[in-house]
């Protein structure tokens, strides 16, 4: 989550899916307002995950698609662009799954 936010990311939420679903553990939700953006939050956040020898597993989207889901197997980081945000509704639809932290 520190990455996304030192690359300015924002609505960055975590929620907690180990009760919800085999998909993950925890579901990293943000929002990203640009192409720069988006692009400097997926390094930053593939930068930190091979830091601390994590490797990422699968990408699906592009930025210009405005949509990115990084797959890290127990972390899933997903990028959006506001308004696709707001009508996919991940939040609304793991709705049973814990809130972590909700950084505006």
Not at 21 to 46: G, H, R, W
Not at 58 to 86: C, K, N
Request: glycine share 6%; aromatic share 8%; with cysteine.
């Amino acid at each position: 989550m520190d990455a996304i936010a030192e690359r300015l990311g924002s609505d960055i939420v975590m929620l907690d899916m180990q009760e919800i679903t085999l998909l993950a553990d925890y579901f990293i939700l943000c929002n990203a307002d640009s192409m720069p953006q988006f692009k400097a939050i997926l390094e930053q956040v593939d930068d930190r995950a091979t830091a601390v020898g994590g490797r990422r597993l699968h990408v699906e989207g592009q930025p210009d698609s405005g949509w990115v889901l990084l797959d890290y197997g127990q972390v899933v980081v997903h990028i959006f662009e506001p308004r696709l945000r707001a009508y996919y509704n991940l939040e609304g639809l793991w709705n049973k799954a814990r809130l972590v932290v909700h950084v505006q």
